[in-house]
């Protein structure tokens, strides 16, 4: 009797264990399919812009990642419109998001404004110490991480880009916004080519879009042989304006943004911003696998691009050197 109970209380325990180990791996959550949310400054409708969120993607997939497969991605654009971007990030923290890549400071101060937990990785940002977004470079001590735009010599070299296109250059006007934490470290960077260069710089501020037209007029009367505009919001809004008077002046101006060249600036010259979103996406893949953004190092840009555009030089009287236009990764003709 007793080998009879145990037979069947043996057949009971394995046939027990048989059933329960499928209800088991059924009963268990799927793993979480990761949720990016991406914000931007920019217009859906500008191919620009959306070559700059395709490259993000772009990377994601050389890391393996497959949108609607094993990831997913929210995107939001401002269209342009500062004073969407505070709403749009809340937005993106209330679909709980895992972590949001923001191009731009604005959309990096937004998105930082909305959440103080979910990482946040930047791109578009010319000095993040000085905006106050990070801590340090090293260690960026709170949810935000990614890359900065800045680097020492790219100031640097726009000043011999425009000491090699007009090679008695002996003046050069720097527009800058002296409201712009980032304007400072930029125009050091300009004070110290122009000792190298052995030039005179005169820094010119605007604070808004107003004070632009009386900037150029100073830029006239004291004769500035070229001007170098830098990385600034204001600037960037007021782009076509800002080509405009520079052509008016005939004054031959290098920019920090691709955008200027595109709507009539004569040359660009800084870190492309299709490379740094695709590199983004490396340090959304780290902190999807659990680093910390206080503990990624932001990085510094490593693929610049030459951006010359012939029209405007034609408009300006002024025939580009050959030794730049061979090193020109892209040549603007209409």
Do not use: C
């Not at 990785?121 to 010319?126: A, E, P, Q, T």
């Not at 101006?253 to 955008?259: C, D, F, I």
Request: net charge positive.
């Amino acid at each position: 009797m007793t080998s009879v109970m145990n037979r069947r209380a043996f057949i009971t325990m394995v046939g027990g264990s048989i059933l329960a180990g499928p209800l088991g791996v059924e009963g268990q959550a799927p793993p979480k399919e990761p949720r990016v949310g991406y914000l931007s400054i920019g217009s859906a409708s500008d191919p620009r812009r959306v070559a700059i969120s395709d490259a993000f993607r772009q990377g994601l997939h050389d890391l393996g990642y497959i949108e609607n497969k094993n990831i997913s991605i929210e995107t939001r654009f401002a269209e342009g419109d500062y004073d969407r971007l505070p709403g749009l990030a809340v937005e993106l923290v209330r679909l709980r998001v895992d972590v949001i890549a923001a191009y731009s400071t604005p959309a990096v101060k937004a998105a930082l404004g909305a959440t103080r937990t979910i990482p946040i990785v930047m791109s578009g940002v010319v000095d993040p110490v000085a905006t106050g977004l990070v801590v340090s470079l090293g260690r960026p001590g709170g949810n935000v991480t990614g890359l900065s735009l800045m680097a020492p010599e790219i100031v640097g070299k726009q000043m011999q880009l425009l000491k090699e296109l007009v090679p008695k250059l002996s003046r050069v006007a720097v527009l800058w916004n002296p409201a712009n934490p980032s304007g400072a470290p930029q125009l050091r960077e300009a004070e110290v080519a122009a000792r190298m260069l052995r030039v005179r710089l005169q820094p010119l501020e605007a604070r808004n879009s107003n004070d632009l037209d009386r900037a150029v007029a100073a830029m006239t009367r004291e004769r500035a042989g070229g001007i170098i505009v830098i990385v600034d919001g204001v600037f960037i809004d007021s782009r076509t304006h800002i080509a405009h008077l520079a052509e008016k002046a005939r004054l031959p101006a290098v920019y920090g943004l691709r955008e200027h060249v595109e709507t009539g600036g004569l040359m660009f010259y800084g870190a492309s911003p299709v490379d740094q979103s695709r590199r983004v996406a490396g340090f959304v893949d780290k902190i999807l696998k659990g680093a910390k953004p206080a503990d990624l190092p932001i990085e510094q840009p490593t693929t610049f691009e030459l951006v010359i555009n012939l029209k405007t030089a034609k408009a300006l009287g002024l025939t580009i050197p050959q030794s730049i236009l061979i090193r020109a990764d892209e040549i603007i003709q209409q």
